[in-house]
């Protein structure tokens, strides 16, 4: 990819493409992590003598401007943590005052565009509206990871109409992950957790010749404890997904870990009554919402000694303090395998876990992006990537 030293941005207006789509509660950020991950981009561009226009969704707003969407919490808190004012641009991307307050930015100013998913066309790559994106800038900058897996008019479609480069982060995320594929040192273990099978079918089927050890858990697991007989109760499973499973426990019995035993609740509340069970005998009623504590106690021991390590995905309902347990064991666990390890973390709640157990800096790669780092893993091209060569 080309990188940002192919660019000569002084007294330039760079439009910068960034993955702000951070977690808000109450206008609060709850995780700034992808804000302060976009800051050594900004930093370099703006010490270069360019002025910055930076653009980002949040959220899936259905239909036009949202105030619940709004990325004006994200122009306070990047403010913050860049030590300079960030101007909020609130009309819409595409509008003749949006393009006029970006025309007036000096050298060395910083503005934040409202949600670019506000537009219409964003996510059908409209080539009209990566027109008029492309001129609120001079170049154009794709640094959001996170998003790179989307052929969006602010992520892909701007890129053939401005001179271009990756920034960092997205070059970091790149070289991180590629260690995952290519010559991964061994033993390699992948903790793969959430709720669907179907969601990450892929990436498991595309590890498992790579990998020594998959440690399944979250929802999914259900679905392999069902393929093979399992009484599990109300717990969350997808039924054609059944048959796949079984096919791969079958193939790689000596590679898939399950659960053993699992918390299993009477209610999907945090307040429900709660018992440790066997994963494969969970009463009728009851529902499996983490990983019980053998189950955690052995996913750390398959850890051990661990060259290469990838954990995408809870072991259990983690945004539920009480079923974070499992995910929170792993989070430790990770973060203390030491420097002989290279350890990847991606994905939203395994970042927030590694990130509330205070060990981030442990960890050899937290990773901004989830759908992309699985789409990457799977083996497949990502459109933003590929606008960068």
Known sequence: MKNLDSLNVKGKRVLVRVDYNVPIKGGVIQDDTRITASLPTLQALLASGASLVLMSHLGRPKAGPDPKYSLAPVAQALSKVLGL???FIASLPSSPETLAAVQALGSGEVALLENVRFEAGEEKNDP?????????????VLDAFGSAHRAHASVSGVAGKLPHAAGS???????????????????YVVII??????????????????????????GM?????????????QSIHEDDQLALAGRLLSEYADKIMLPTDVIAADAF???????????????????????????????IAALQGAKTVFWNGPLGVFEFAKFAGGTNAVAG???????????????????????????????SHVSTGGGASLELLEGQPLPGVEAMK
């Open 193 to 218: 957790g959430g709720a669907k099978v179907s969601d990450k079918i892929k990436v498991i089927e595309n590890l498992l010749p790579k990998v020594d050890k998959l440690l399944i858990g979250g």
């Open 85 to 87: 004012p960030v101007k």
């Open 169 to 187: 982060l997205l070059q970091t995320e790149v070289d991180a992950l590629d260690k995952l594929i290519n010559n991964p040192a061994h033993p």
């Open 128 to 140: 009209a509206l990566a027109l008029k994106l492309a001129q609120l800038g001079d170049a154009f």
């Open 333 to 363: 666990a990770v973060a203390e395998l030491g420097a002989d390890t290279y350890s990847v973390v991606g994905g939203g709640d395994s970042v927030s876990a590694i990130n509330k157990s205070g060990q981030a800096s442990k960890v």
């Open 269 to 299: 509340d945090e307040t429900a009554n709660t018992k440790v069970v066997p994963s494969d005998q969970i009463p009728d009623g009851w529902q499996g919402l983490d990983a019980g504590p053998e189950t955690v106690k052995a996913y």
């Open 221 to 233: 697991a259900y679905t392999f404890i069902k393929s093979r007989g399992g009484q599990i109760g």
